[in-house]
T-cell receptor
């Protein structure tokens, strides 16, 4: 089942903060976040595993609430380079299909000067 | 090269033609994935290889789609008798790991994709 991302799009001024949400109707084992700029390859940001953890990557951090089957990506003090489409990819287990990611439709983030 | 390389970057085909899309993964990467990305959508899983073995082809839309990785490195995605609905960007990704979900280092390295337009 495809995870649902919100919002679909967000426009920020440089220095502002944003939150991107990813939710699933199925139990999740891991959540993977990627950023894709127009015409380029998706680039890995971080993985969060079952266990309710929170991770950080420079000024980008994320949380994973396995009980709610939700993950949120936090971008603080946004920079122009943060512009792009953010995708969450979810995996549902350690079993036979632990290699398969199901991606959401993406959130288009635009950071203006 | 240092990253995942895909060719051609752009392909225009007439409906009914066969196409072949090539992926050169990062050297030594065990896992190789093909994803299809329609305009304005997220990548959608097509197939998965672990070395030369195709372990999952459940995402291939029809029997017109065929993928191979005969020597466990370069992979080719072939689409026979292309249809307009096949128009999309085809992304290849590789990973040094055998799985993703339980591995904190299960990063996928994507190529820039092959954009297929079927007229």
């Amino acid at each position: 089942q495809q995870p649902v991302q919100s919002p679909q799009a967000v426009i920020l001024r440089e220095g502002e903060d944003a939150v991107i949400n990813c939710s699933s109707s199925k139990a999740l084992y891991s959540v993977h976040w990627y950023r894709q700029k127009h015409g380029e390859a998706p680039v890995f940001l971080m993985i969060l595993l079952k266990g309710g953890e929170q991770k950080g990557h420079d000024k980008i951090s994320a949380s994973f609430n396995e009980k709610k089957q939700q993950s949120s990506l936090y971008l603080t003090a946004s920079q122009l380079s943060y512009s792009g489409t953010y995708f969450c990819g979810t995996s549902q287990g350690m079993g036979g299909s632990n290699y398969k990611l199901t991606f959401g439709k993406g959130t288009l983030l635009t950071v203006n000067p | 090269g240092a990253g995942v390389s895909q060719s051609p970057r752009y392909k225009v085909a007439k409906r009914g033609q066969d196409v072949a899309l090539r992926c050169d993964p990062i050297s030594g990467h065990v896992s190789l994935f093909w994803y299809q990305q329609a305009l304005g959508q997220g990548p959608e899983f097509l197939t998965y290889f672990q070395n030369e073995a195709q372990l999952d082809k459940s995402g291939l839309p029809s029997d017109r789609f065929f993928a191979e990785r005969p020597e466990g490195s370069v992979s080719t995605l072939k689409i026979q008798r292309t249809q307009q609905e096949d128009s999309a960007v085809y992304l290849c990704a590789s990973s040094s790991r055998r799985g993703l979900a339980g591995d904190r280092t299960g990063e996928l390295f994507f190529g820039e994709g092959s954009r297929l337009t079927v007229l």
